[in-house]
């Protein structure tokens, strides 16, 4: 019985799979980066639009619970707010996690503050 040696489609056949299987990975470990990334640009613009919506209530003489409700519903629940009042000025600043989805795939925390001046 005689051997024949392999043609150059067969050995570019296995090579294409090779390759695949070396790729595949790459491209998920992008395709998460960038959920990630995308994610966690989202959630600092709630956090920023959170903490203005918070300072604008409380400079027209809100009290804290008022902050912290237009906060979670801006921010969402995980959401934590900080107020601070320094004589004519208020700041709320706004920390929320970052998810993609339901998913926690990394520990990716944004902030976000905003000063406003009290309303007399």
Known sequence: MTHRPASHDERERGSATAELAVALPAVVVL??????LASAATTQLRCADAARAGARIAA?????????????????????????????????SVTSPS?????????????ASATAWVEP
């Open 99 to 111: 998810t993609v989805g339901a998913l926690h795939l990394a520990p990716v925390r944004v902030a």
């Open 31 to 36: 395709l998460v980066a960038l959920l990630v």
């Open 60 to 92: 027209l003489g809100e009290d804290e619970a008022a902050v912290d409700e237009v906060v979670t519903r801006l921010a969402g629940a995980r959401a934590e707010v900080e107020l601070g009042r320094d004589g004519d000025w208020v700041t709320v």
